[in-house]
């Protein structure tokens, strides 16, 4: 069992900068892959991006490449978001999310656990 927890949301003008965290707490951070997803109002939710275990190896979605960055510290079972030149469309609530075993990393199906979400809020 893993538990997640999100932090770092807000309100920020656009071209500014936000960093998401998510402490997971439980047994084997490690063995985990972990994914961020988003859902907009009115939106179906939509991968963002994914990191490996080891953080080794990593993925975005084409609408947030160059501009976010994910990365993870296992002594602190953590995994980041950063996210640089915000967009009013990156508006969203943001959830982290595991996965122990394979799947496919931008499909929320995938994942064995997620976390409560944290809302971003971009300004124009």
């Known amino acids: 069992q893993v538990q997640l927890v999100e932090s770092g949301g807000g309100l920020v003008q656009a071209g500014g900068s936000l960093r998401l965290s998510c402490a997971a707490s439980g047994r084997a951070f490690t063995s985990y892959a972990m994914g961020w997803f988003r859902q907009a109002p009115g939106k179906e939710r939509e991968f963002v991006a994914a990191?490996?275990?080891?953080?080794?190896?990593?993925n975005y979605a084409d609408s947030v490449k160059g501009r976010f960055t994910v990365s993870r510290d296992n002594a602190k079972n953590t995994v980041y978001l950063q996210m640089n030149s915000l967009k009013p469309g990156d508006t969203a609530v943001y959830y982290c999310?595991?996965?122990?075993?394979?799947?496919?990393?931008?499909?929320?199906?995938?994942?064995?656990?997620w976390g409560q979400g944290t809302q971003v809020t971009v300004s124009s």
């Open positions: 999310a595991a996965v122990k075993y394979g799947g496919t990393w931008s499909s929320g199906l995938t994942y064995d656990y």
């Open positions: 990191i490996s275990w080891s953080g080794g190896s990593t």
